[in-house]
C-alpha cells in the first residue's frame, strides 16, 4: 500500500485497504422514539429520563429523531451520504416487553424490515443486541446485577437470530458493558441510576456473561455470521514515572475488566478488589463462555484518561479524584484540545488503543472502530448550511491514526463514525451534537453536515486526503 497525492505542504493522502468497510452508527433509543408504538415495552432508559434530574432539561427519548416513523427517509439519506454498513441496534422491550416470554410480533417485523430494506439498498446491516435499553420488568428484579438477566439475554438474542438472521452478517453482542457497569450500577450517572458497588460488580460479570451466552446462541442459530462485543477502551498514560503504578490501576480498571475476560478468559490482577466481581458470583465454566472465540473486536474510542498523583483533599482545576485511591487523580493536560463534551481530543491514543489491542488477539480475529466520533457547537448559518471544520478535523486525525495502525500490522478492517444523527445523547440530552446529519427536533428536518460531505469522500475514495486541502474545500 503506497501513499500518493502529495500537496503543496508534503502531506499524502492515505489510502485504505481494499474492502475497508466504512459505516455510521447509532442506537435504538437514542433514535427510534415511539417508544409506546406496536406493543413496545417500557426500558429502563424511559423510567431513568423521566425521572427529574436524571437527564439535562428534562429531556427524554419519547420523539428522539422518530426513526421508528421516518425510517425510510432516513435510509435513504444513508445512500446520499455513501455508507456501506450501518451499525444499528434492536430494542429488547419492543420484541419482548417484559424481557422474556412472548414474542412482540411488530417489534421483531420492523427490525426484519430494516434489514430488508438496507439490503435493498446496498447496505450492510451491523445488529448489536444490546446497546443499554433494558426492559424494565428484568430490572425490577435486579437487572444486570441478577444472573438471570444473562440468560433472558441469552433466549432474547435466539429470537432475534432466529426472527431476522437469514442475512448473516456481523452481530455485536453488547455495547460498552463497562459504561453500563460503572455508570448504571456504580456512580447513578445513567440507567437504572444505582450508587452501589456490589451491583456494579456483579452487573460487570453478568453483562460478560451474557456476552458468552448470546455468542454462544448465536453460534449455533447463524454458523455464518460473524460474531463480536464492542468495548469502549482509552489509552491510559502517567504523568510521570511516579504516577505508573497508579495509571497501571486504572487501565486494569477502565479497559482490562472487560478485555481481559474477553481476550484471555480472566479478571485483571491489578483491578482494585471492590471493583471485581467476587469469586461467589463465577461459575464453572462461565469463563470459558466469555472468553469463547470471537470473529472480530470491536473498539469504541473517544479519548483518552491522564494519570497524576496529587492532593486530592484539595480541589484542582481539571483534576477528578479517583474514587478509593487517595491522592490519584485524572486530569487534563491543558495543551490537548477538547470536543464540546469536555472529552480530550487525542488521535495518537487511538492508535496506541489499536497496537496494544492488536498484540493480544487471536489469531484470524479482525478490529473494528465501531464508534468514534465528536460533538461540537453545531448551528445552522444564515446561508443555510453546518459548516463543522471541527468535526472534520477530529475525524482527519483519528483517521489518520487508524491508517497509520494499518501500516503497523494492525488488523484493522472497518470504521463506523459515531453518529450518523444528532441525537438523545443520555444524560445530555439534546445539548450535545454528535452527528454528520443536523436534526432539527421540533421539525424533524434533516441536514447533513460539512462534515458529511468530507466523510462520503472518504468512503467514496478509500482514503483519507491531506486536510488542509480538505479544509479549504469546506471554508
Given at each position: 500500500m503506497t501513499a500518493s497525492n502529495v500537496n503543496g505542504s508534503g502531506e499524502v493522502a492515505r489510502p485504505f485497504p481494499e474492502g475497508f468497510l466504512w459505516g455510521v452508527a447509532c442506537s435504538s433509543y437514542q433514535i427510534e422514539g415511539a417508544v409506546h408504538a406496536d406493543g413496545r415495552g417500557r426500558s429502563v432508559w424511559d423510567t431513568f429520563s423521566h425521572t427529574p434530574g436524571k437527564v439535562l432539561r428534562g429531556d427524554t427519548g419519547d420523539i428522539a429523531c422518530d426513526f421508528y416513523n421516518r425510517s425510510d427517509e432516513d435510509l435513504d439519506l444513508l445512500i446520499a451520504l455513501g455508507v456501506a454498513a450501518f451499525r444499528f441496534s434492536v430494542a429488547w422491550p419492543r420484541i419482548q416487553p417484559t424481557g422474556s416470554g412472548a414474542v412482540n410480533q411488530p417489534g421483531l417485523d420492523f427490525y426484519r424490515s430494516l434489514v430488508e430494506r438496507l439490503l435493498a439498498r446496498n447496505i450492510e446491516p451491523v445488529l448489536t443486541l444490546y446497546h443499554w435499553d433494558l426492559p424494565q420488568s428484568l430490572e425490577d428484579l435486579g437487572g444486570w446485577a441478577n444472573r438471570d438477566t444473562a440468560e433472558r439475554f441469552a433466549d432474547f438474542t435466539q429470537i432475534v437470530a432466529e426472527g431476522i438472521g437469514d442475512f448473516g452478517g456481523m452481530w455485536i453482542t453488547v455495547n460498552e458493558p463497562q459504561v453500563v457497569a460503572s455508570h448504571g450500577y456504580r456512580t447513578g450517572e445513567h440507567?437504572?441510576?444505582?450508587?452501589?458497588?456490589?451491583?456494579?460488580?456483579?452487573?460487570?460479570?453478568?453483562?460478560?456473561?451474557?456476552?458468552?451466552?448470546?455468542?454462544?446462541?448465536?453460534?449455533?442459530?447463524?454458523?455464518?455470521?460473524?460474531?463480536?462485543?464492542?468495548?469502549?477502551?482509552?489509552?491510559?498514560?502517567?504523568?510521570d514515572a511516579e504516577a505508573e503504578a497508579a495509571a497501571a490501576v486504572a487501565e486494569a480498571e477502565q479497559n482490562g475488566l472487560f478485555l481481559d475476560p474477553v481476550l484471555q478468559g480472566r479478571y485483571p490482577a491489578l483491578a482494585r478488589e471492590h471493583i471485581l466481581p467476587p469469586a461467589s458470583l463465577i461459575e464453572d465454566g462461565d469463563m470459558e463462555l466469555i472468553s469463547a472465540p470471537i470473529d472480530f473486536l470491536g473498539i469504541n474510542y473517544y479519548s483518552p484518561v491522564y494519570v497524576k498523583l496529587t492532593d486530592t483533599s484539595v480541589p484542582h482545576a481539571d483534576e477528578t479524584p479517583i474514587a478509593g485511591l487517595p491522592g490519584v487523580a485524572t486530569y487534563m493536560p491543558i495543551e490537548l484540545p477538547r470536543t464540546s463534551m469536555g472529552w480530550l481530543s487525542e488521535p495518537d491514543g487511538l492508535y496506541d488503543t489499536l497496537i496494544a489491542v492488536a498484540a493480544d488477539l487471536p489469531p484470524g480475529c479482525k478490529m473494528y472502530i465501531t464508534e468514534n466520533g465528536c460533538a461540537a457547537e453545531d448551528y445552522v448559518n444564515p446561508e443555510g448550511s453546518v459548516e463543522d471544520v471541527e468535526r472534520i478535523e477530529y475525524l482527519h486525525g483519528h483517521l489518520a491514526a487508524a491508517w497509520r495502525a494499518i501500516q503497523d500490522g494492525v488488523p484493522l478492517a472497518g470504521y463506523f463514525y459515531w453518529s450518523v444523527y444528532d441525537n438523545f445523547e443520555w444524560g445530555w440530552g439534546y445539548q450535545k451534537r454528535f452527528g454528520l446529519v443536523f436534526v432539527e427536533f421540533e421539525s424533524q428536518r434533516r441536514l447533513p453536515k460539512r462534515s458529511a460531505s468530507f466523510y462520503q469522500g472518504v468512503m467514496s475514495a478509500n482514503e483519507l486526503p491531506p486536510l488542509d486541502l480538505q479544509i479549504a474545500s469546506t471554508t
Amino acid at each position: 500500500m503506497t501513499a500518493s497525492n502529495v500537496n503543496g505542504s508534503g502531506e499524502v493522502a492515505r489510502p485504505f485497504p481494499e474492502g475497508f468497510l466504512w459505516g455510521v452508527a447509532c442506537s435504538s433509543y437514542q433514535i427510534e422514539g415511539a417508544v409506546h408504538a406496536d406493543g413496545r415495552g417500557r426500558s429502563v432508559w424511559d423510567t431513568f429520563s423521566h425521572t427529574p434530574g436524571k437527564v439535562l432539561r428534562g429531556d427524554t427519548g419519547d420523539i428522539a429523531c422518530d426513526f421508528y416513523n421516518r425510517s425510510d427517509e432516513d435510509l435513504d439519506l444513508l445512500i446520499a451520504l455513501g455508507v456501506a454498513a450501518f451499525r444499528f441496534s434492536v430494542a429488547w422491550p419492543r420484541i419482548q416487553p417484559t424481557g422474556s416470554g412472548a414474542v412482540n410480533q411488530p417489534g421483531l417485523d420492523f427490525y426484519r424490515s430494516l434489514v430488508e430494506r438496507l439490503l435493498a439498498r446496498n447496505i450492510e446491516p451491523v445488529l448489536t443486541l444490546y446497546h443499554w435499553d433494558l426492559p424494565q420488568s428484568l430490572e425490577d428484579l435486579g437487572g444486570w446485577a441478577n444472573r438471570d438477566t444473562a440468560e433472558r439475554f441469552a433466549d432474547f438474542t435466539q429470537i432475534v437470530a432466529e426472527g431476522i438472521g437469514d442475512f448473516g452478517g456481523m452481530w455485536i453482542t453488547v455495547n460498552e458493558p463497562q459504561v453500563v457497569a460503572s455508570h448504571g450500577y456504580r456512580t447513578g450517572e445513567h440507567a437504572p441510576g444505582h450508587t452501589d458497588d456490589a451491583l456494579a460488580a456483579a452487573a460487570t460479570h453478568h453483562l460478560l456473561l451474557g456476552h458468552g451466552l448470546a455468542l454462544q446462541r448465536l453460534r449455533s442459530a447463524l454458523p455464518a455470521a460473524r460474531v463480536g462485543i464492542t468495548l469502549d477502551l482509552h489509552a491510559v498514560r502517567a504523568q510521570d514515572a511516579e504516577a505508573e503504578a497508579a495509571a497501571a490501576v486504572a487501565e486494569a480498571e477502565q479497559n482490562g475488566l472487560f478485555l481481559d475476560p474477553v481476550l484471555q478468559g480472566r479478571y485483571p490482577a491489578l483491578a482494585r478488589e471492590h471493583i471485581l466481581p467476587p469469586a461467589s458470583l463465577i461459575e464453572d465454566g462461565d469463563m470459558e463462555l466469555i472468553s469463547a472465540p470471537i470473529d472480530f473486536l470491536g473498539i469504541n474510542y473517544y479519548s483518552p484518561v491522564y494519570v497524576k498523583l496529587t492532593d486530592t483533599s484539595v480541589p484542582h482545576a481539571d483534576e477528578t479524584p479517583i474514587a478509593g485511591l487517595p491522592g490519584v487523580a485524572t486530569y487534563m493536560p491543558i495543551e490537548l484540545p477538547r470536543t464540546s463534551m469536555g472529552w480530550l481530543s487525542e488521535p495518537d491514543g487511538l492508535y496506541d488503543t489499536l497496537i496494544a489491542v492488536a498484540a493480544d488477539l487471536p489469531p484470524g480475529c479482525k478490529m473494528y472502530i465501531t464508534e468514534n466520533g465528536c460533538a461540537a457547537e453545531d448551528y445552522v448559518n444564515p446561508e443555510g448550511s453546518v459548516e463543522d471544520v471541527e468535526r472534520i478535523e477530529y475525524l482527519h486525525g483519528h483517521l489518520a491514526a487508524a491508517w497509520r495502525a494499518i501500516q503497523d500490522g494492525v488488523p484493522l478492517a472497518g470504521y463506523f463514525y459515531w453518529s450518523v444523527y444528532d441525537n438523545f445523547e443520555w444524560g445530555w440530552g439534546y445539548q450535545k451534537r454528535f452527528g454528520l446529519v443536523f436534526v432539527e427536533f421540533e421539525s424533524q428536518r434533516r441536514l447533513p453536515k460539512r462534515s458529511a460531505s468530507f466523510y462520503q469522500g472518504v468512503m467514496s475514495a478509500n482514503e483519507l486526503p491531506p486536510l488542509d486541502l480538505q479544509i479549504a474545500s469546506t471554508t
